[in-house]
């Protein structure tokens, strides 16, 4: 079945870019039935949509990371990827990678990673 | 921003109780409407979508109700591996907002 996984450093300095891989396994990124997507938690506190990528490359951003982030995609390598700049203690989060169905009428997160948990501290 | 509200935050229940969690939108969101279970240290998984349709795999106990604003999450006998925190989302709209959490322990 279909399995996610993420991968990058879990420490980074302030003012430096967050960089994140999502390796998806048994499916396909080039998928246009999915929305691959990007969720944090913060310690202790809720889910925060981060922003996802669909149809070969089209994407939607939380507008209050839109400024500084970036989502792609590698299909040579059946991955997509997170690119957060400019961090601050504040992007201190478990980050998720996930997958959502296109069709509104199913459109929710059906498949995760792991999470990666990712510190901003210097 | 559509923001969603839950209740009660905490609650403790027996095993074989039936349990009611309530998620309130700001705005209208039809029925797009989501619910996920977490247990501590792992993904949250999801349990039912489109406020009323159970997820493949999910046990039946599990039922979801409401349309518009007010949303519920039943559990209808409650058992020990229930006990987690449990996560509404609205998909109503390109940025997707989650409720705060209702953390269900067992008594």
């Known amino acids: 079945q279909v399995q996610l996984q993420e991968s990058g450093p879990g420490l980074v300095k302030p003012s430096e870019t967050l960089s994140l891989t999502c390796t998806v396994s048994?499916?396909?990124?080039?998928?246009?039935?999915?929305?691959w997507s990007w969720i944090r938690q913060s310690p202790g506190k809720g889910l925060e949509f981060v922003g996802y990528?669909?149809?070969?490359?089209?994407?939607n951003y939380n507008p209050s990371l839109k400024s500084r982030l970036s989502i792609s995609l590698d299909t040579s390598q059946n991955q997509f990827s997170l690119r957060l700049s400019s961090v601050t203690a504040a992007d201190t989060a478990v980050y998720y990678c996930?997958?959502?169905?296109?069709?509104?009428?199913?459109?929710?997160?059906?498949?995760w990673g792991p999470g990666t948990m990712v510190t901003v501290s210097s | 921003d559509i923001q969603m509200t839950q209740s009660p935050s905490s609650l403790s229940a027996s095993v074989g109780d039936r349990v009611t969690i309530t998620c309130r939108a700001s705005q209208s969101i039809d029925r797009f409407l989501n619910w996920y279970q977490q247990r501590p240290g792992k993904a949250p998984k999801l349990l039912i979508y489109?406020?009323?349709s159970l997820q493949s795999g999910v046990p039946s106990r599990f039922t979801g109700s409401g349309s518009g604003t007010d949303f519920t999450l039943t559990i209808t006998s409650l058992q020990p591996e229930d006990s987690a925190t449990y996560y509404c989302q609205q998909s109503y709209n390109t940025l997707q907002t989650f409720g705060p959490g209702t953390r269900v322990e067992i008594k």
């Open positions: 489109a406020a009323s």
């Open positions: 048994g499916g396909s990124v080039t998928s246009g039935s999915y929305f």
């Open positions: 996930a997958r959502a169905e296109v069709p509104a009428s199913r459109r929710a997160f059906d498949l």
């Open positions: 990528i669909y149809n070969h490359g089209n994407t």
